[in-house]
DNA sequence: TAGGCCATCTGGTCCT
DNA sequence: AGGACCAGATGGCCTA
């Protein structure tokens, strides 16, 4: 990064082909530079003029081919192009909303949207925080119960008569951090021992809370309190398309 | 008005 | 070969 002012720019030093193309571009569609947001989708007049087979014609042609291309066909070509390109952010931008959705700072109308890039520090400090009080859970669990065996130490007494309660009657409630509290979602011990796979991270919701509490007010682990995890298909990040 | 943030365009590179 | 990904460039909007 310290590098950039080193590095050669990618674009041409001269710009003859983006003015050749800017400006068949600005007079077919009166183009004054970047599009601001809040201005009509530029996608409504990418393909402006062409019909769909047209389209396909021009998707089908190999880069030889496009070099004997005239401007317009060029310009529909990069239109193509920019609107994937356009597409491709959009879907990072939702994503990084959902992100902000879940990330534990005050929402609201009258709240000014946290930048991407405080997003992801935000997040990352989110998940660290997350992970400390998990071990820290952990730690005060084994000190708490001791050596006395796996099902013993995790299972009060109560768990034996396998009367789960609804979450709402849970009798203690985990004591939370205050500057997060209600903002933690619950503490799923299944991913001590069974990670979920990435897709399930990216794709899944949040699992649902846990059936039943134990008496220090730690969540069961047992298999009957797992949230159930409906299997997913692999992931693959192109079936946002 | 400067600076931060953002959307968009663009060409290069990598991957399938 | 085509699409995804990346990063540089540019200009608009907003706030201090």
Redesign the pocket.
């Known amino acids: 990064m310290e590098s950039?002012t080193s590095?050669v720019?990618?674009?041409?030093s001269s710009p003859e082909?983006?003015d050749l193309?800017?400006s068949t571009?600005r007079a077919s569609r009166g183009y004054?530079?970047?599009?601001?947001?809040?201005q009509s989708?530029?996608l409504d007049v990418g393909l402006r003029g062409l019909s769909p087979e047209e389209e396909e014609e021009l998707?089908?042609?190999?880069?030889?081919d496009r070099k004997l291309l005239s401007e317009n066909e060029l310009q529909s070509i990069?239109?193509k192009?920019?609107?994937?390109?356009?597409k491709?952010?959009?879907d990072l931008?939702v994503a990084m909303d959902g992100l902000r959705e879940v990330m534990p700072y005050a929402h609201g109308p009258s709240v000014?949207?946290?930048?991407?890039?405080?997003t992801l520090l935000l997040a990352r400090n989110y998940i660290l925080m997350l992970s400390n009080s998990l071990e820290e859970m952990k730690r005060l669990v084994s000190e708490i119960y001791g050596s006395s065996g796996h099902h013993a130490a995790f299972h009060p007494p109560a768990c034996a008569t396998m009367t789960h309660a609804p979450v709402a009657t849970h009798p203690t409630p985990v004591p939370t951090h205050p500057t997060v509290h209600a903002l933690l979602p619950p503490v799923s011990t299944s991913s001590l021992t069974a990670p979920r796979a990435p897709h399930a991270l990216l794709k899944a919701p949040p699992p649902a809370s846990f059936q039943h509490w134990g008496v220090s007010g730690m969540p069961c682990p047992c298999s009957m309190c797992q949230p159930h995890l409906p299997h997913l298909p692999p992931m693959r990040?192109?079936d946002s398309?």
């Open positions: 950039d590095r720019s990618s674009r041409p082909v983006d193309f800017m571009l004054t530079g970047a599009v601001s947001s809040t989708d530029p998707v089908r042609m190999s880069k030889k990069r239109l192009i920019n609107s994937r390109e356009r491709r952010m959009h931008n000014r949207k946290l930048s991407k890039i405080a990040l192109a398309k």
